[in-house]
């Protein structure tokens, strides 16, 4: 069961775990793809490649999580709050993408935000319940 979820499943956390370690290796864990990099804006990581994870802000955390998962591209996707610490610009290269690669994917997005919500195919709305 472990290996079905490390191999298929991903996912982008709200507050995730950075490790003590390069920005670089905290998305590919050392492997080489750097196509996700441009859907978020990062694509000026390598100048940052060596910083220390201390240093790296909460919306810079955010964009590791996400570029994680599009790094290792599993066939279900889940994000939680994607876009809470983006830009315009970078949500809807976001969204594109999203909607470029959905055609393949399972992906569930957690989010507050109409504009990822129009790329949606379909909407849960959670509410709780009174007891």
Known sequence: MSELRRMHIG?????????????????NFGASNEGCLKVLNMDGLAARASDNPANYSGGEKKKLSIMRLLFKDPEVMIFDEPTSAMDAGTIERFAE???DIKKNKIIIIITHDSFVQEICDEIMTLSKIKT
Request: charged residues 15%; glycine residues 0%.
């Open 11 to 27: 996912i982008a956390e709200q507050e995730s775990v950075i490790l003590n370690e390069s920005m670089w290796y905290n998305i």
């Open 97 to 99: 993408h999203l909607h």
